[in-house]
């Protein structure tokens, strides 16, 4: 492992730590694999507020529509056997579809371009005012007409993913959840993850959380529901570890994958782009894809009634990283994209030397906390309360052992000052000279606050 990269997978969970404490979350779950491998893995905060149970990264979360990239994966490998094609027809498979539905190509359907709604025209399943649906509710909303004309635009639709759920199990004579886990979950050697809920006694489950608003306080949100026929488009359940060593073996460059890189490739090809999206984003056969800094991804995101969850590669770095949130609000999308900005910055600018790495650590005042983080010659000053950490980072040249010159910052900050540590008699740094400002230790800081306010 690169030395950049052990010292970007030292500073993540300290930001995460961070962020879990200043937006109030209930727990996140992390989890960065390198080449299919686990090189980070780490839990925040509780699996239930209700019991103030730690969690745990064996914790299983709902992981929602990451459910589609499995769903695609398994109608690929269907397609390897030659028991199926990608133009083939819904209705070639299912009877009883709506004329125009059943002339959707599977290829439509995995790429959400056959125009079908989204949810149906009660989706109160995502409000928890009603079950999901089952195979005969579904089949009856099978047999309406699509909102739009399929090969149009890129339309989201869950239903569309049940009805690639009952192609497969035309296909292979079998139950989806049956034949997914013994062909897709199994074979690719996921030991924390089912295509559907509820888990089994004894698996360690995260519990969902609703917002704070409007009560004012969060309410546990079970999640344990089964997801019925729309299992392929919502129902997995996983861990943050489980779905990084997956999602890596997507990427077409993956040594090891249940799927040929023909088919990889083709998964993450780009088949629309959403033109009504403020950042540039694009989907596959059941991939979603972007960019986050410089580098471009693949991956998918889920949301339950309890739970938010990201999970995206950078194809060709060997690199995946997956964020489980167990709140409706969650922020694992913002969150993830952080984290490609810390590896892509710690990849540009290289890992701490012996000159600068007495610098590291988070230091505060009374306006702000400061993570200063050294990076080969020179220091970055970030801000952990940011969405992406380094934005409009102060840097500091290290002149000397414990003194530096702001080489770098924006108009209104401390462009051309000094920055210096202070180390107390046992030859630790006890607090941060930065500009004219003095930077204390969290306990430091929150001494002086009681000291000179009270409380």
């Known amino acids: 492992m690169d030395n950049w990269l052990k010292a970007a ?93 059943a002339e959707a190509t599977l290829s439509q359907l995995l790429s959400h371009g056959a125009g079908l709604i989204r949810d149906g025209e009660d989706a109160g399943q995502w409000q928890d005012r009603r079950p999901f649906l089952g195979e005969s509710e579904l089949r009856a909303a099978l047999r309406e007409p699509p909102v739009i004309d399929a090969g149009t635009r890129l339309k989201y639709s869950n239903h569309g993913f049940g009805l690639v759920g009952l192609i497969i199990e035309a296909v292979t004579g079998e139950p989806y959840c049956d034949w997914v886990r013994r062909e897709i979950v199994g074979a690719a050697r996921l030991r924390e993850t089912e295509p559907d809920g509820p888990a089994a006694r004894g698996v360690k489950v995260a519990r969902g959380h609703s917002r704070a608003l409007p009560l004012g306080r969060r309410l546990i949100v079970p999640g344990d529901n089964p997801t019925n026929a729309l ?10 570890s489980d779905l990084a060593r997956f999602f890596a073996s997507l990427d077409p460059a993956a040594k090891t994958s249940i799927l040929t890189p023909a088919s990889r490739r083709e998964m993450i090809h780009r088949q ?105 010659d020179h220091v970055l000053v970030g801000d952990p309360a940011l969405a992406v950490p380094f934005t409009d980072a102060s840097e500091i040249a290290v002149n000397k052992r414990d003194n530096g010159t702001i080489r770098r910052a924006t108009g209104l900050a401390n462009f051309a000052e000094q920055a210096r540590l202070v180390r107390g008699g046992d030859g630790r740094v006890r607090q941060i000279w930065f500009g004219g400002t003095k930077y204390l230790s969290e306990k430091g800081m929150a001494a002086e606050l009681k000291r000179k306010y009270g409380g």
């Open 272 to 376: 629309w782009r959403d033109v009504h999206a403020g950042a540039e984003s694009h989907y596959g056969h059941g991939i979603m894809m972007g960019k986050a800094g410089d580098w471009e991804w693949f991956g998918h995101a889920g949301g339950f009634q309890s739970c938010h969850s990201r999970t995206i590669v950078v194809p060709g770095r060997g690199l995946a990283v997956s964020i489980l949130t167990n709140a409706i609000d969650g922020p694992a999308w913002a969150w993830s994209d952080a984290l490609i900005h810390i590896l892509q910055t710690f990849a540009g600018r290289g890992a701490a030397t012996a000159k600068t790495r007495d610098w590291a650590g988070r230091w505060w005042s009374l306006w702000r906390t400061l993570d200063f983080v050294p990076m080969r």
């Open 9 to 101: 997978l030292d500073y993540i969970p300290r930001w995460l730590e961070y962020q879990m404490r200043l937006t109030d979350q209930p727990g996140c779950a992390v989890a960065v694999a390198l080449k299919g491998r686990i090189v980070l893995e780490q839990a925040f905060g509780v699996a239930d507020i209700s019991t103030g149970r730690r969690l745990t990264p064996r914790h299983r979360f709902r992981v929602a529509s990451h459910s589609k990239s499995f769903t695609s994966a398994a109608v690929f490998k269907l397609r390897q056997a030659g028991r199926l094609r990608l133009d083939d027809a819904a209705g070639r498979y299912v009877d009883g579809l709506h004329p125009v539905v």
């Open 231 to 240: 299992a392929p488009a919502t129902g997995f359940m996983s861990t943050a």
